[in-house]
């Protein structure tokens, strides 16, 4: 920490009057203050005006959750025999050829699909499963970093007795013993708590749990509840049901404070039908407007076609107004005092009655059971229901108690009425409101068990926990968010004395089966003497056909207008969501997670406090400033920082963090939110307070590294435009001293579409998962040294306090004349004969002439030998067809050229040409928008060809005469939108 008095001379004073059509990507950018021409000068930009110490010790805790993505010095991999392809164990391996299993992760209790890579009976990769009807082969952040999970060495690996190691043994003996109790009671004072699930066979045995012990109770830990929708729909319809968004069919698109495309479970099916629809928009045959209202910004905010800043109670007035305007019965004249918010609802109105059943509104998530329904009643207004926007019945199971279950529990606790608790899959003492205090109503319990992949804070107040095993290790079964089934299978056998959460419950009964015979319990009984065939076909598919849940159209049984929010207090607001790294502390000890910077802020390693340019001006805080946040009795301190596009008196902040685990990487980052959360009230506080502490404190982001000055790398085009006709005939190239290469076929190419780019990081996690891409930690991140190969630009345009956002993924250009080849001593930069620029390692001695030559700056130089003392295994099981770098040699982005290689090879080997799209890199493959193109250039038939020959396309610095091979489609806009709102 640093101990200082906050700046005066803040970077907001010199803000005023510093707009246009410019693109910034921080506010000491737009300030055009010496600090940023300092940053822009050097290579890699310190971001702190303090040094951060660097600590080897937390640095050697990074690696070695990273470097055991390679595989364990301690462990055998062996594949599981049981696990499709193989029906029993191959005699023998062909060494270098990858077997994969179609498989699935869970997030938030639903199934994620994937097909896993393995080599040798070891996982390296996992790629979206392509006949998978919700992901349709891509995959998000999430999932990609899963895979790490599965190796990280801070993983529980037996079982713990009052904190001291144990064996299995014991512990099944007592659990028998307590069965046999329980069987006397019934199950009194008997309570299970468990994550969100879909899995078709935990729900089977905890139903076979409560009818053996009726008097027991099950609850559900949702730190992310769904609450809010489920009792609208219960109010609307007479029952609970999830919203399906049809967001391929919505021609406009109204979100309050509803971020659809941003992180979470659902997000790659949702930011692929959104993307399915921006297309029809880029060939003229349809419509794609997004309207976007919100009190901090978020990943669907930064791509809305016109955007609104309001606070979080405004909401209310803004939804009565659009639904007053498109005639909703019973709401009568909505005015409104603000020109901004006015002019936002006739625009968003006008559209929304433009486009009639193809229109969609969405609030958020985070609002109340009042403005659920009335969203609900304004889409049957413009008859969006079942066909916009569809229902099911919910896909994840749901606890008898209601979404208050937990609520429910800790009353139970406190009353007495709960002799003994099994924890399984979650960490309640953490994930808890502060106002429930979880912990000391725990201490109550007599006998508290613990299942879960960590030793986590539920863990250390438990007599027992016992290990569980990881998704990628385990036979189970969950739904996808469509309802859709998937068995998982494992792709390797547990590398611990771990087992899977079905066997855990199981040993509460009494029993001991393995987690195979669950699963097939299961769909034995579901399939009958159809078992064996539908089993085998659900494994190769990777789910089970037809069984997505059906689309329902619910009949409307209330249409009674809600009654309008009171007035919001004065003062200031606090909004909470999840983080969109570790999401809500499920991945805080997963190092590619920690280590992602995230889509708006490039933070890492941590949670701020985000703050109002406004707020910031008028409190004289910098970023980092140590602030107190109070929220009634509670309080925590953290650092500021300032969101460009926040409401004036809103403040953010992300779960997550604030973990307090021994020996764990995620120990002393930022602060816990859930200390300041209420059970009635998770998302929003009123009446909060900031006070400075006057200190400065650490944060880890990568906004300004890499930046260039006075260049836009930007570019938009009109909707007007994308018409063939008013676009030029053809490209010309500009002049150049040196004669061009000839291109010979192939040749290969990539283009990036920035109109469908969501900036959500699956490109940036499946490029380090395929690559082998160190981990460095937080300080050597500060210190602008992160290794990731590709990253993504976060831009902003106009007034600090509402800019417009723009995201640009940037690899290497892979340039035709670049100046890194020439620029190198010992041409260790090279050009092969397919237009890849190269990098040789062994040549290479560490001068980084090459990155200094480059001016897209996406080379990474390796400082530290992050590989150097790997054991041979280890080395072994990461990917093996991309060499491990060492200390001092530079690297970048390659195209995946392993994967070209593996192409051409097969190619070779059938005797015919490669095909176009045969070869997809890592970042193409995952990118659930599908914004990343690459193929064959030299034909002008191929799919990037054809993208790069449109009158979108454009190179970064092209006035530098490199001739990048990687080049971009400028974003669309519409300003017919914006004129409309002119109009009103």
Same mark, same amino acid.
């Given at each position: 920490?640093?101990?200082?008095?906050?700046?005066?001379?803040?970077?907001?004073?010199?803000?005023?009057?510093?707009?246009?059509?410019?693109?910034?990507?921080?506010?000491?950018?737009?300030?055009?203050?010496?600090?940023?021409?300092?940053?822009?000068?050097?290579?890699?930009?310190?971001?702190?005006?303090?040094?951060?110490?660097?600590?080897?010790?937390?640095?050697?805790?990074?690696?070695?959750?990273?470097?055991?993505?390679?595989?364990?010095?301690?462990?055998?991999?062996?594949?599981?025999?049981?696990?499709?392809?193989?029906?029993?164990?191959?005699?023998?391996?062909?060494?270098?050829?990858?077997?994969?299993?179609?498989?699935?992760?869970?997030?938030?209790?639903?199934?994620?699909?994937?097909?896993?890579?393995?080599?040798?009976?070891?996982?390296?990769?996992?790629?979206?499963?392509?006949?998978?009807?919700?992901?349709?082969?891509?995959?998000?952040?999430?999932?990609?970093?899963?895979?790490?999970?599965?190796?990280?060495?801070?993983?529980?690996?037996?079982?713990?007795?009052?904190?001291?190691?144990?064996?299995?043994?014991?512990?099944?003996?007592?659990?028998?013993?307590?069965?046999?109790?329980?069987?006397?009671?019934?199950?009194?004072?008997?309570?299970?708590?468990?994550?969100?699930?879909?899995?078709?066979?935990?729900?089977?045995?905890?139903?076979?749990?409560?009818?053996?012990?009726?008097?027991?109770?099950?609850?559900?830990?949702?730190?992310?509840?769904?609450?809010?929708?489920?009792?609208?729909?219960?109010?609307?319809?007479?029952?609970?049901?999830?919203?399906?968004?049809?967001?391929?069919?919505?021609?406009?698109?109204?979100?309050?404070?509803?971020?659809?495309?941003?992180?979470?479970?659902?997000?790659?099916?949702?930011?692929?039908?959104?993307?399915?629809?921006?297309?029809?928009?880029?060939?003229?045959?349809?419509?794609?407007?997004?309207?976007?209202?919100?009190?901090?910004?978020?990943?669907?905010?930064?791509?809305?076609?016109?955007?609104?800043?309001?606070?979080?109670?405004?909401?209310?007035?803004?939804?009565?107004?659009?639904?007053?305007?498109?005639?909703?019965?019973?709401?009568?004249?909505?005015?409104?005092?603000?020109?901004?918010?006015?002019?936002?609802?006739?625009?968003?109105?006008?559209?929304?009655?433009?486009?009639?059943?193809?229109?969609?509104?969405?609030?958020?998530?985070?609002?109340?059971?009042?403005?659920?329904?009335?969203?609900?009643?304004?889409?049957?207004?413009?008859?969006?229901?079942?066909?916009?926007?569809?229902?099911?019945?919910?896909?994840?199971?749901?606890?008898?108690?209601?979404?208050?279950?937990?609520?429910?529990?800790?009353?139970?606790?406190?009353?007495?009425?709960?002799?003994?608790?099994?924890?399984?899959?979650?960490?309640?003492?953490?994930?808890?409101?502060?106002?429930?205090?979880?912990?000391?109503?725990?201490?109550?319990?007599?006998?508290?068990?613990?299942?879960?992949?960590?030793?986590?804070?539920?863990?250390?107040?438990?007599?027992?926990?016992?290990?569980?095993?990881?998704?990628?290790?385990?036979?189970?079964?969950?739904?996808?968010?469509?309802?859709?089934?998937?068995?998982?299978?494992?792709?390797?056998?547990?590398?611990?004395?771990?087992?899977?959460?079905?066997?855990?419950?199981?040993?509460?009964?009494?029993? *001991?089966? $393995?987690?195979?015979? #669950? =699963?097939?319990?299961?769909?034995?009984?579901? /399939? @009958? &003497?159809?078992?064996? %065939?539908?089993?085998?076909?659900?494994?190769?598919?990777?789910?089970?056909?037809?069984?997505?849940?059906?689309?329902?159209?619910?009949?409307?049984?209330?249409?009674?207008?809600?009654?309008?929010?009171?007035? *919001?207090? $004065?003062?200031?607001? #606090? =909004?909470?969501?999840?983080?969109?790294?570790? /999401? @809500? &502390?499920?991945?805080? %000890?997963?190092?590619?997670?920690?280590?992602?910077?995230?889509?708006?802020?490039?933070?890492?390693?941590?949670?701020?406090?985000?703050?109002?340019?406004?707020?910031?001006?008028?409190?004289?805080?910098?970023?980092?400033?140590?602030?107190?946040?109070?929220?009634?009795?509670?309080?925590?301190?953290?650092?500021?920082?300032?969101?460009?596009?926040?409401?004036?008196?809103?403040?953010?902040?992300?779960?997550?963090?604030?973990?307090?685990?021994?020996?764990?990487?995620?120990?002393?980052?930022?602060?816990?939110?859930?200390?300041?959360?209420?059970?009635?009230?998770?998302?929003?506080?009123?009446?909060?307070?900031?006070?400075?502490?006057?200190?400065?404190?650490?944060?880890?982001?990568?906004?300004?590294?890499?930046?260039?000055?006075?260049?836009?790398?930007?570019?938009?085009?009109?909707?007007?435009?994308?018409?063939?006709?008013?676009?030029?005939?053809?490209?010309?190239?500009?002049?150049?001293?040196?004669?061009?290469?000839?291109?010979?076929?192939?040749?290969?190419?990539?283009?990036?579409?920035?109109?469908?780019?969501?900036?959500?990081?699956?490109?940036?996690?499946?490029?380090?998962?395929?690559?082998?891409?160190?981990?460095?930690?937080?300080?050597?991140?500060?210190?602008?040294?992160?290794?990731?190969?590709?990253?993504?630009?976060?831009?902003?345009?106009?007034?600090?306090?509402?800019?417009?956002?723009?995201?640009?993924?940037?690899?290497?250009?892979?340039?035709?004349?670049?100046?890194?080849?020439?620029?190198?001593?010992?041409?260790?930069?090279?050009?092969?004969?397919?237009?890849?620029?190269?990098?040789?390692?062994?040549?290479?001695?560490?001068?980084?002439?090459?990155?200094?030559?480059?001016?897209?700056?996406?080379?990474?130089?390796?400082?530290?030998?992050?590989?150097?003392?790997?054991?041979?295994?280890?080395?072994?099981?990461?990917?093996?067809?991309?060499?491990?770098?060492?200390?001092?040699?530079?690297?970048?982005?390659?195209?995946?050229?392993?994967?070209?290689?593996?192409?051409?090879?097969?190619?070779?080997?059938?005797?015919?040409?490669?095909?176009?799209?045969?070869?997809?890199?890592?970042?193409?493959?995952?990118?659930?928008?599908?914004?990343?193109?690459?193929?064959?250039?030299?034909?002008?038939?191929?799919?990037?060809?054809?993208?790069?020959?449109?009158?979108?396309?454009?190179?970064?610095?092209?006035?530098?005469?490199?001739?990048?091979?990687?080049?971009?489609?400028?974003?669309?806009?519409?300003?017919?939108?914006?004129?409309?709102?002119?109009?009103?």
């Amino acid at each position: 920490m640093i101990d200082r008095p906050v700046q005066k001379d803040t970077v907001h004073e010199r803000l005023i009057g510093k707009t246009g059509r410019h693109f910034w990507r921080a506010l000491e950018e737009l300030a055009d203050t010496e600090e940023f021409h300092r940053f822009s000068k050097r290579e890699f930009p310190m971001m702190h005006r303090g040094g951060i110490t660097f600590d080897r010790r937390t640095l050697l805790k990074i690696m070695a959750a990273s470097l055991a993505l390679s595989g364990l010095s301690a462990c055998k991999g062996e594949e599981d025999e049981e696990a499709l392809p193989y029906v029993q164990a191959p005699e023998s391996v062909s060494v270098g050829v990858a077997k994969w299993f179609a498989t699935a992760v869970t997030f938030g209790g639903y199934a994620q699909p994937i097909l896993g890579k393995t080599f040798t009976g070891r996982p390296v990769k996992l790629e979206g499963n392509p006949d998978h009807p919700v992901s349709g082969g891509a995959t998000d952040a999430f999932t990609q970093a899963s895979l790490l999970g599965l190796y990280d060495p801070g993983r529980s690996q037996t079982p713990l007795h009052l904190g001291k190691p144990a064996d299995w043994n014991a512990f099944d003996a007592e659990m028998a013993a307590k069965a046999d109790e329980l069987d006397k009671t019934g199950g009194e004072r008997f309570r299970l708590l468990t994550a969100p699930f879909s899995s078709p066979t935990l729900r089977r045995q905890i139903e076979a749990m409560m009818q053996r012990w009726p008097k027991a109770r099950w609850h559900i830990c949702d730190p992310l509840p769904n609450t809010a929708r489920l009792n609208a729909t219960q109010h609307i319809f007479g029952r609970p049901l999830e919203f399906r968004p049809a967001f391929a069919a919505a021609e406009t698109i109204v979100s309050l404070d509803d971020d659809f495309l941003g992180p979470g479970p659902r997000q790659t099916s949702y930011a692929r039908a959104f993307a399915d629809r921006r297309r029809l928009r880029q060939h003229m045959q349809g419509a794609s407007r997004l309207f976007v209202a919100e009190p901090t910004p978020s990943a669907t905010g930064a791509v809305a076609d016109i955007h609104l800043v309001a606070s979080h109670s405004g909401m209310d007035r803004l939804l009565r107004a659009i639904g007053a305007r498109i005639g909703v019965k019973g709401l009568g004249d909505v005015s409104l005092a603000d020109d901004h918010e006015r002019q936002w609802v006739i625009g968003a109105s006008s559209a929304l009655q433009a486009s009639k059943a193809n229109a969609l509104v969405l609030i958020g998530v985070h609002h109340g059971d009042d403005l659920q329904a009335l969203a609900l009643l304004i889409n049957e207004r413009l008859g969006s229901l079942g066909n916009t926007l569809h229902f099911s019945e919910p896909v994840n199971a749901q606890a008898p108690d209601g979404p208050r279950s937990l609520d429910v529990l800790v009353t139970d606790m406190n009353d007495g009425k709960v002799s003994t608790l099994t924890v399984i899959g979650t960490d309640p003492a953490y994930f808890a409101p502060g106002d429930l205090a979880f912990r000391d109503a725990l201490q109550k319990v007599k006998l508290r068990v613990h299942a879960g992949l960590y030793v986590d804070e539920t863990a250390s107040l438990s007599h027992w926990h016992v290990p569980l095993q990881h998704d990628l290790e385990s036979w189970s079964d969950a739904r996808a968010v469509d309802g859709s089934v998937t068995l998982i299978q494992p792709l390797v056998r547990p590398f611990y004395a771990v087992r899977a959460a079905h066997v855990v419950l199981e040993a509460m009964m009494g029993r *001991a089966l $393995s987690d195979r015979d #669950l =699963v097939q319990q299961t769909w034995r009984a579901a /399939w @009958d &003497g159809e078992f064996d %065939e539908r089993w085998r076909d659900a494994l190769y598919r990777g789910f089970v056909s037809d069984s997505a849940a059906p689309s329902l159209i619910p009949t409307i049984l209330d249409r009674a207008v809600p009654q309008a929010a009171p007035d *919001a207090s $004065s003062g200031l607001s #606090l =909004v909470i969501r999840p983080d969109a790294g570790v /999401w @809500d &502390g499920t991945l805080s %000890e997963n190092a590619w997670a920690q280590e992602t910077p995230r889509p708006l802020t490039k933070i890492t390693w941590g949670n701020v406090i985000l703050i109002s340019p406004q707020l910031a001006s008028e409190r004289k805080l910098e970023n980092g400033a140590e602030v107190k946040l109070t929220a009634g009795e509670t309080s925590i301190h953290g650092p500021v920082w300032i969101m460009p596009g926040q409401e004036a008196n809103t403040i953010a902040i992300t779960l997550g963090y604030g973990r307090k685990l021994k020996d764990s990487i995620a120990d002393g980052l930022g602060y816990d939110a859930y200390g300041l959360r209420r059970s009635a009230t998770p998302w929003h506080i009123a009446g909060v307070t900031i006070e400075p502490t006057g200190k400065m404190l650490p944060v880890a982001t990568t906004q300004l590294h890499q930046a260039i000055d006075g260049f836009d790398f930007i570019r938009t085009v009109e909707v007007e435009q994308l018409d063939r006709q008013s676009g030029p005939d053809q490209k010309q190239k500009p002049p150049s001293l040196y004669p061009d290469r000839p291109i010979s076929d192939p040749s290969w190419g990539m283009s990036i579409d920035l109109d469908l780019c969501i900036g959500c990081n699956a490109c940036v996690t499946a490029c380090q998962a395929e690559n082998n891409i160190p981990v460095v930690g937080k300080e050597l991140v500060a210190e602008g040294r992160q290794m990731h190969w590709l990253r993504i630009d976060h831009y902003h345009e106009g007034d600090a306090t509402a800019p417009k956002s723009y995201f640009q993924p940037v690899p290497c250009m892979h340039c035709e004349q670049a100046p890194c080849e020439m620029g190198c001593p010992v041409n260790a930069a090279v050009h092969s004969i397919d237009g890849l620029n190269l990098q040789i390692y062994n040549r290479c001695i560490g001068t980084r002439t090459c990155s200094s030559y480059c001016p897209y700056k996406v080379r990474r130089f390796n400082w530290f030998d992050f590989t150097g003392d790997d054991a041979e295994q280890i080395q072994a099981m990461r990917n093996p067809d991309v060499t491990v770098r060492s200390r001092g040699v530079m690297e970048k982005c390659t195209y995946c050229v392993q994967r070209i290689a593996e192409a051409r090879i097969v190619a070779d080997k059938e005797g015919r040409p490669m095909h176009d799209g045969e070869i997809v890199t890592a970042c193409q493959q995952v990118c659930p928008t599908q914004a990343i193109t690459f193929g064959n250039v030299a034909d002008p038939n191929s799919g990037v060809s054809r993208l790069k020959a449109g009158l979108r396309d454009y190179s970064l610095l092209e006035e530098a005469n490199t001739r990048p091979r990687t080049t971009y489609l400028a974003r669309i806009e519409d300003p017919s939108l914006a004129k409309t709102e002119a109009a009103g």
